[in-house]
């Protein structure tokens, strides 16, 4: 089955404590990106990358990084969690060069304290 | 403004049809589309419309895309309990973003 998962579906943690949250899609698209969802504010985007070691900001980026070694994963790695960065969090990725479908993760709810 | 906006409330009876409303500032996007976010869930891409149409029809759903006005519409007819839902509009911005409205939220009373 076609899919992009994420994990963990949700997490608490507190100020500072390095988090990862996995991304993984198995329809080998190039692109992926992530997305944060806040109540008032829609989706932003945080990063995107366009194939293999190409990674770019979106429009929220600070506070976080990623990585993109292999096509399936791309990692959102929080280093220094904040309360600001308690959100909803989905990936998504895209086939091809045209934007006619994007996949979306499960989401990842994460609570900082 | 926001570049992609739309009402945040709607609500209809059960088996009444919903127009679900948005307008965007942006004439190139080349796709737009609309998602379904259900309490608790993911987003679920329920149609998209390639900017040359005007109009698509997908069993109960209904797109229209007026160009000049910069107007997307979403169409349920026979609107279900089951449709009750967050509804995104959002084009395809550069770099294959999506740039989202925030969401009208479709309330399906019995």
């Known amino acids: 089955e076609a899919q992009v998962t994420q994990n963990p579906r949700y997490l608490i943690t507190v100020t500072g404590k390095k988090l990862t949250v996995t991304c993984s899609q198995n329809?080998?698209?190039?692109?992926m990106s992530w997305y944060r969802q806040d109540p008032g504010l829609g989706l932003r985007q945080i990063y995107y990358?366009?194939?293999?070691?190409?990674?770019d900001k979106g429009d929220v980026p600070e506070g976080y990084k990623v990585s993109r070694k292999e096509k399936r994963n791309f990692p959102l790695i929080l280093e220094s969690p904040s309360p600001n960065q308690t959100s909803l969090y989905f990936c998504?990725?895209?086939?091809?060069?045209?934007?006619?479908?994007?996949?979306f993760g499960p989401g990842t709810r994460l609570l900082v304290l | 403004g926001e570049d992609v906006e739309q009402s945040l409330f709607l609500s209809v009876r059960e088996g009444d049809s919903s127009v679900i409303n948005c307008t965007y500032t942006?004439?190139?996007?080349?796709?737009l589309y609309w998602y379904k976010q259900e309490p608790g869930a993911g987003l679920q891409l329920l149609t998209y419309?390639?900017?040359n149409m005007d109009m698509k029809q997908d069993q109960r759903l209904t797109v229209l895309l007026n160009k000049k006005d910069k107007h997307l519409s979403l169409r349920i007819a026979d609107t279900q309990t089951g449709d009750s839902a967050i509804y995104f509009c959002?084009?395809?911005?550069?770099?294959?973003?999506?740039?989202w409205g925030l969401g009208t939220s479709l309330a399906v009373n019995p």
């Open positions: 959002a084009r395809a911005g550069n770099n294959r973003k999506l740039i």
């Open positions: 942006d004439s190139s996007s080349t796709y």
């Open positions: 329809m080998n698209h190039e692109y």
């Open positions: 419309i390639f900017s």
């Open positions: 998504a990725s895209t086939p091809g060069p045209e934007v006619k479908t994007q996949y």
């Open positions: 990358s366009m194939n293999v070691e190409v990674t």
